[in-house]
């Protein structure tokens, strides 16, 4: 069974504060999918970024950067020097290769960023 | 313009009604996915669709039913609605079916918040 574990529910920084947000993840398989969505207040859920489970180069997009590291199963996600308009609740998910492609996510982080 | 479009974005309804969410999608992919959001947050999948396979979570009762009249939508139909099953409920949709690569990334609509009274 696979499983993905957010172990901060809540989160809370000062504006231009790094934060980094963690997430574990379960699965037998040997070749599996990662991801980060972000849920701002408004509610549509973004993709923000997928991983396969070859590639454990971490990625760094603008003041997003990630870091897989398969040794420890975790998947972590920091943002750089926050902003306000990153406050949402942000979701890590897994999915399996050729099973549907269902996505199972973990409970997610909510981030506030306040001025 | 709009990737994953839902409607209604709201749904007020009585228990035992029977309701349904409609779903497009113009990217053209072909997979569709319906995913259940609770009231803590957690999200969970539902159905897997595409128009070779149709993969359902054990978990989801058989009030709940997908249709799809082509490979553009897929509605989520829902019997004799249940206190419980008050949540917003998110189509997405990808390239593929699983099978590797950049394309089973999926794309969310915005989600419908469904309210049984």
Redesign the interface.
Known sequence: AQKVTQAQTEISVVEKEDVTLDCVYETRDT?Y?L?W?K?PPS?????LI?R?SFDEQNEISGRYSWNFQKSTSSFNFTITASQVVDSA?Y?C?L???????????G??T?LMVKP | DTAVSQTPKYLVTQMGNDKSIKCEQNLGHDTMYWYKQDSKKFLKIMFSYNNKELIINETVPNRFSPKSPDKAHLNLHINSLELGDSAVYFCASSQDFGSGGSLNTQYFGPGTRLTVL
């Open positions: 070749t999918y991801f969505y849920q509610g549509e859920l973004v993709f997928r396969n609740v979701f998910a999915s399996r290769d050729n099973a549907g492609n269902m996505l199972t996510f409970g997610g909510r």
